[in-house]
């Protein structure tokens, strides 16, 4: 890690914070913000911390037009005796600079990142939410914000961390989902970005997200954009299903995100000794595996919603009622212990906490 | 069109404009620009001219996080006479609208818009430079603006138009450029986002794009995403190939953009009497008529080059030398001709032309 350092700049009043029972996600935002700069020569300069506030960009901004822009988003959790607790950050900040390669976007120093986002969740500690499920969102965020509309990679970035207190994903207990197969529309595809967490991925969703909601379901089921055989992902959740005993996911291909949640639930698969098998699942095998009774279970996976049980799978005209439309055993175990870790509640084995704490402090 | 008023606010002072032989693509802005906001329920609503400047917005607005965006673009141009023209503005108020319905976003009114774009091309007509091959160009744009970010379309909307003058794109005569075919990354794939005018496609092709003119190429030749053999676009330009006297270019099929330059070249030809031909390519098909000597041109389409000849093209290990690396004719005439009708110096047999004048005047 270099030297740097972080201006900050408080705020002078307190927004108020809205009352745990009514948060939403997304909508509300803490008292500060984190904000680096990206020029040439000067590189990733000018760390601070200010009050959440809007800015101002030229209208000619790279990021409007060609969408050269990544994210992130985790979660900072309360813990029963008050210890404040990130879950495997450096995966995502190591994530992030994937993102970055692959949009052309100049690297970040992840440890210095990491540490300002301590920094910044230490100054808001009071917006973490403590009820049972709630907990503090993190979106780290970098654009293109060079004023020239032609089409290459900008010299110009903002990364901004901005912090959103969340509720309860299960409000009323996890709860199976409805999920449609896409038929028509693709996420990304194999040399496209969908490796990436960044912006068009998710632009690209929409319609599709808009079209099933329609008909009633919760997500779309994304098959590969090249043969439209093969199962991708839910939603904005990796997939897995248990069939005969054994956890399959999709492999890893060049079009799948790489999720945190992922790469922790096939740990702790492996952990219980339950075998945990990565290749391509088309959903014509999944469909067999239905009608002869060994899918068990399938689930969703991700930082929001942690494990989402699917309880209905549609495809074409075909309609896959999982383990009754209740939620399995894998899914509620894997989700207890996951969120018991999360939550401090349970021993992490793995040395998945990353502590925020005095330590992080702002000294001025 | 609906009864629409727009608010003026005229810039106080004059930016001093650039001279015509610096200018650059995209990096100076004239002195106002067009904004209009949507919301529900009021819609879009609120238009105005105001001085060109930068604007605030939140750091949650959707359009950073999801690249839920969209945009447009086409040129204004004086003819020897001294009236302004601008070539089928109508066709990207269309386009503008597709991309709109691919994106969730709501439709703008076409006439409206373009009306609006008409005042203040009118407004700031000392803009627009009068060297021979430079015009003015003009860039409508939708960003989400809604402060939230959970994955949805956004329920707030900005449009914004800016306008920038725009050099000569051959400053030494029409010249073919060498183009590397793509085998490892995709612009998009069926299913996706190919055939709207969005962010998400450009932030894609960056990559491509930076790895081919370290290897001394100046754009890619975009495969298919599914089967990586048929032929797309060639950087942000349709492509288009004589064969044996007749003209080929790949069908629209979900992932090309459909160019307005595209359309307009189809028609000419037509006019010309020489077939076109809109169907699948497959670069194996291409390659054959190059070996046979059947394969006479290459050219690239759009509004910036108008017509760009390709003389080299590289695919794999082979290097495909077009009509000796010199202009072709049809090349030539298309370009010819196209420019000629869209700075006025040639009838317009196909009712391509909108002028601008003084019914655009502002009246305030
Ligand atoms: C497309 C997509 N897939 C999968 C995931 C799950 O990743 P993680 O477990 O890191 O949250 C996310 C989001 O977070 C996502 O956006
Ligand atoms: C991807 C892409 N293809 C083709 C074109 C050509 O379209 P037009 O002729 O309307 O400029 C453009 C741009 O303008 C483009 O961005």
Redesign the interface.
Known sequence: MEEWTIEINRSATKKEKPNTDQLE???V?TDH?FIMDYSVPLGWHDARIIP?Q???????AM???????V?EGLKAYYTPEGNIQLFRPEKNMQRLNRSND???IPPIDEAFVLQAIKQLVYLDKDWIPTAEGTSL?I?P?I?STE???????SHQYRL?V?L?PVGAYYKEGINPVKIAVEN??????????GEAK??????????A??LCSQKGFTQVLWLD????KYIEEV??MNVFFKINGKVYTPALNGSILEGVTRNSVIQLLQHWNVPVIEERISMEVLYQAYLDGSLEEAFGTGTAAVISPIGQLSWEDKDLYINDGKTGKISRDLYNTLTRIQYGKEKDPFGWIDIVNEANAVKQ
């Open positions: 996600f997304g909508r935002f913000m959440y809007p800015f101002s960009i030229d209208p000619s990021t409007f037009h060609y969408g050269q822009s994210f692959r949009l052309c969102y979106r965020f654009i004023p020239f509309i032609g089409v290459a990679p901004i901005i959103s028509q529309y693709v996420r990304t595809v194999k040399g496209g970005t960044t912006g068009g991925n998710y632009a690209a969703s929409l319609k997200q808009e954009g090249v043969e439209k939603g904005s």
